[in-house]
């Protein structure tokens, strides 16, 4: 596969255990955001997302938490199975009329069996 | 990958030489995206399109053109292509107005000797 990231930060866990991915936004005036999945040689995975009125928002074994007030973002992964090994990165959407999104540029989840 | 296809998946080219990648979709989404991805960094919008013929300028958008003939069809022009284009290229769309989440398409990968 390719090589998303070279240097990325990396997070090694063993299979079973819980994960957390943090992420630090950039813009207090952002109003919507995503975490995305990338698996090796492929395109990025919608996971979760969350609007700026909400601190916490669940999923399927996933958890997005939202602190406003440090401008940060985490994921939170349950019971890490070895198919949740890939690159994880952040998206936030910056209030205006605009429809783009600020990516982060990633963290590597290996997943320890 | 949303109803998103890419063409061609791989493609290796020279220096000077123009390079057209293709992005299609099959569900009339208004709002279409053209990113590239390299080591270090995370997704960099080129350019953007809200509309058939309606698109617009990226954060890096130098030595890239664009076009939207079609609902469906959004296509990156490399007019001459540089050893610093060389990167994965993904398209992506926005699903519904007001909807800012993303889908990715699979990427092209592109190599400029």
């Known amino acids: 596969g390719e090589s998303v990231g070279l240097h990325l930060p990396t997070l090694s866990v063993q299979e079973g255990d819980n994960s957390i991915i943090n992420c630090a936004y950039s813009?207090?005036?952002?109003?919507?955001f995503i975490w995305y999945k990338q698996e090796s040689g492929k395109g990025p995975q919608f996971i979760i997302d969350i609007r700026s009125n909400m601190d916490k928002r669940q999923g399927q074994r996933v958890t997005v938490l939202l602190n406003k007030t440090v401008k940060h973002l985490s994921l939170q992964i349950a019971a890490t199975q070895p198919g949740d090994s890939a690159v994880y990165f952040c998206a936030e959407h910056v209030g205006d009329s605009s429809y783009k999104l600020i990516f982060g540029s990633g963290t590597r989840l290996l997943v320890r069996p | 990958d949303a109803g998103i296809t890419q063409s061609p998946r791989h493609k290796v080219t020279e220096t000077g030489t123009p390079v057209t990648l293709r992005c299609h979709q099959t569900?009339?989404?208004?709002?279409m995206y053209w990113y590239r991805q390299d080591p270090g960094h995370g997704l960099r919008l080129i350019h953007y399109s809200y509309g058939v013929k309606d698109t617009d300028k990226g954060e890096v958008s130098d030595g890239y053109s664009v076009s939207r003939s079609k609902t469906e069809d959004f296509l990156l022009t490399l007019e001459s292509a540089t050893s610093s284009q060389t990167s994965v290229y993904f398209c992506?769309?926005?699903?519904?107005?007001?909807?800012?989440?993303?889908?990715f398409g699979p990427g092209t990968r592109l190599l400029v000797l």
């Open positions: 813009n207090s005036a952002s109003d919507y």
């Open positions: 992506a769309i926005s699903v519904l107005a007001g909807q800012e989440t993303q889908y």
């Open positions: 569900e009339n989404h208004r709002y």
